[in-house]
Each structure stands twice: as C-alpha cells, then as structure tokens.
C-alpha cells in the first residue's frame, strides 16, 4: 500500500500555482520534498494535510478517503508543521494533556521515552524553551500516538549538528519495521543524502522529479562540470536553479 498517493494536485494563489502534482510514497519509505523558496513544498504539505482547500486532484492518506475518513487518518499521522509560539505561556505539560485528547492511540509510555531522550522538561513553559527544544517537543507529540505517516515541514532547521544527527537516526530507525513512513521538507540536503530513500523535487510549483535517491541523483549527473567526477544532491539543485545574469541585481 502507499502511504499516501497524490494525483494532479492543483492550487492556485494570486501569482502562484501547484500545478498538477503528482507522486507516491510507499511504506516504510522516508521521502524529502525539497526546492527552492516558494517552490511550495509546503502548500503541497497543508494541502494533504487538508490545511489548504485543493482546486482539484486526488490525495489517498494511508489509504483512506480523503473527505469521508478525514478523522480517521488524522489518527493515523503525525504532523510537525509551523512553531508552538503562540502557546508560549503553556507548559509542556498542559499542551500535552490537551494534544492526548486528541488521539486514541496515544501511547504514554512512548511520549516519556522521548521527553527523556530530547531531555525536556514539562514543567517548562514554550516561551522557556530554545527553538531547537521547541522542534523536539513538536516531534515528541507526533511521535507518541502510533502514527504510520509522520509529515515534518523543515523539521531538522533549528537544530544544532549532533541533534540532526540524532534525529536522522531516529528516523531511521522509525522505519525500519516498514510499518511508518516519513516525509519531510527541508533546505539541508545533506540531511537527506544521509537519510532518505526518495526524493521528490518541487520547481516553481511542478513536480520536477520524483523517484529513488540514487536515481535522482543518477539522473543529474549530466550537470557535472569538467574535472568532477561526481556531482552531490546539494550541487545538483543549485545548477538546477542557476540564475544567469542577475549580477544586475547586485549592487
Ligand atoms: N495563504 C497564502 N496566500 C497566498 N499565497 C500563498 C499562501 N501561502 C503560500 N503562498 C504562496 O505560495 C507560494 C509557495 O509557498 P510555499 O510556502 O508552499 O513554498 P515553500 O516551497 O514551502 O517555500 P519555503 O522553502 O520558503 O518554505 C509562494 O509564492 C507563497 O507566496
């Protein structure tokens, strides 16, 4: 089955448009969603999270039907999108006890596991914690209700080096059973090299490429320059976007 399929996705804002996207994620897989600024990685993300109304196009979550089962595989995800700042008088504590309402498979033991292993406190207050610790405690809450689809906008950007490290382990390690899958958008490709088993590439709005790392990787080998004999994901993507002649700009 594929956690979540995606046909001929559309929506359009004033001078922007996801244009008939399309892409599948199998499970047990982990795929970053990655372009430039404004590509809308993360219209499309709001889009499947039913955040954003489509103008048209098909979006399978897990399986269910996108409108009649929208609670049901609600259950069934976990979302890190956006901060927590507008809880910053909340404790942890209070934030948690509302979000586990929520879920009927919320799993206690699971939430203080990763509390303990993020070493956060619930009696802080959002406003007493570091951004970093803010994306931790997000992840924690996603985490702790038996998810098969962890959906994470940019997860890994507040994060020092050994945290992200940490963090693509964890990921690893979440979908190795190939029950859970995990798809995420970020800026920091190497993050990605590391961990990802697909890649889907956004470009002004279109699907520019979606299919198995290496492949993508395999695919863009032609914008090699003389003398590499390689070239690596972070590369690829800037030569994909290469601007000529804006140095009109620079002043
Ligand atoms: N609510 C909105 N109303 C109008 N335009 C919007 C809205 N949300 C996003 N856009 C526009 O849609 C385009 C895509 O934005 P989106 O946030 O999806 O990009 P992104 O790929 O996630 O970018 P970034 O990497 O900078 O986070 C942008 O041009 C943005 O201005």
């Not at 963090?167 to 590391?194: A, G, N, P, Y």
């Amino acid at each position: 089955m594929n956690a979540l399929r995606i046909n001929q996705l559309n929506k359009s804002y004033t001078g922007f448009q996801l244009k008939d996207v399309s892409f599948e994620m199998e499970e047990g897989k982990i795929m970053g969603l990655i372009g430039k600024n404004g590509a809308g990685k993360s219209t499309i993300i709001k889009s499947v999270l039913n955040m954003v109304k489509k103008d048209s196009g098909e979006i399978d979550v897990l399986g269910f039907d996108f409108y009649n089962e929208e609670q049901e595989w609600k259950q069934e995800i976990g979302v890190v999108l956006g901060g927590i700042d507008f809880y910053n008088l909340k404790k942890l504590s209070t934030i948690t006890n509302v979000t586990k309402r929520f879920y009927k498979n919320w799993d206690e033991k699971t939430y203080q596991k990763y509390m303990k292993y993020f070493e956060l406190d619930e009696k802080k207050k959002v406003k007493e914690l570091s951004n970093g610790m803010k994306v931790k405690y997000l992840l924690t809450l996603a985490l702790s209700h038996q998810a098969k689809l962890l959906i994470f906008d940019e997860p890994t950007s507040g994060l020092d080096p050994v945290s992200r490290d940490e963090l693509i382990h964890l990921f690893q390690t979440l979908v190795k059973d190939k029950t859970r899958s995990i798809l995420f958008s970020t800026h920091i490709i190497s993050d990605l090299e590391k961990c990802a088993d697909d890649i889907t590439y956004i470009q002004k709005g279109k699907v520019l490429t979606s299919c198995d790392k290496q492949a993508f990787i395999k695919q863009y080998q032609y914008l090699k320059e003389s003398g590499e004999e390689t070239v690596g994901m972070e590369e690829i993507m800037v030569r994909l976007e290469r601007r000529d002649g804006n140095e009109e700009f620079i002043v």
